[in-house]
């Protein structure tokens, strides 16, 4: 008991989330309000009337028509099963080059802008209700393996050390983790490791202590569903993953971008099972 509240100790002053997480500080700044935005154009910008100027009744020049711009339906930081859906579709059409998260960080917001601009919109970055229609008008109804394909590239073949037993089986060759039990892959997800300079640790380890919503004293970030099984090094979900991808990299912790899938693992794994890391 006194080597496990050591332990427990230990994680709890530490952490390895390597940059905040990505939300409302990143999102688009709204477009600056101009006359063609707002058809409502400044005094100064009209012309005084005169005498040679034509009356309303007999030619007056009409106002230009603004270009629609809808109710915003998501934006920078937005998630659940919408956003999945949007980043499925964009998918569909090649405006997102990865799986769907359910996250909409700043990869999403390029892929949005991407999509207006090819079909006339303002690049907003913003989904509103005209690019939502026009999107919906261009692609299926996504399928299930569509809206959660397990990872982004395949999983590879499993560690011999995972084939016993409750095994988190962590690959950094793939950058995939799979939940096994005897043998069998339960479920599968992508992962992000440390830099070089803070490698996470490879070998055979086993969870010691979960806590739901860990935060890294060391670096003042969330680490949701931290799952402890080397020091300070944990498996837990990344907003910054989800919102960056692979540009980015942890402080040594195993990273996880799918929310989803780690709230299930989460609450399926039990303190003491194995937890194999392999190069």
Request: charged content about 20%; aromatic content about 6%; glycine content about 10%.
């Amino acid at each position: 008991m006194v080597g496990l509240a050591v332990l427990a100790m230990t994680a709890a002053t530490a952490g390895c989330e390597a940059r905040p997480a990505d939300g409302a500080s990143t999102a688009p700044s709204s477009p600056r309000a101009t006359a063609t935005d707002d058809a409502k154009p400044a005094a100064r910008q009209s012309p005084s009337p005169d005498a040679s100027s034509p009356s309303p009744r007999t030619g007056a020049t009409p106002t230009p028509t603004p270009e629609p711009q809808g109710t915003t339906l998501m934006a920078s930081g937005s998630r659940g099963e919408q956003v999945r859906e949007l980043q499925a579709r964009l998918r569909q059409i090649g405006h997102f080059d990865r799986s769907p998260t359910g996250y909409y960080g700043t990869l999403t917001a390029a892929a949005v802008r991407s999509f207006q601009g090819k079909r006339g919109l303002s690049r907003t970055g913003r989904t509103d209700t005209v690019t939502w229609q026009k999107l919906l008008g261009m692609t299926h109804e996504p399928t299930p393996a569509e809206l959660n394909p397990p990872t982004t590239v395949p999983v590879a073949e499993p560690d011999k050390r995972c084939m016993t037993g409750r095994v988190l089986c962590i690959s950094k060759n793939s950058r995939t983790l799979s939940w096994m039990i005897d043998g069998r892959v339960v479920s599968s997800m992508d992962v992000r490791f440390g830099s070089q300079y803070t490698p996470t640790r490879e070998g055979t380890f086993s969870v010691y202590w979960k806590s739901r919503h860990h935060v890294s004293t060391l670096y003042h970030t969330a680490m949701p569903y931290a799952m402890f099984f080397s020091g300070g090094q944990a498996v837990h979900y990344s907003a910054d993953f989800a919102a960056h991808g692979y540009s980015g990299a942890s402080h040594g912790c195993v990273n996880v971008r799918d929310e989803g899938r780690i709230a299930s693992l989460f609450a399926q794994v039990k303190t003491g099972d194995k937890v194999v890391v392999s190069g």
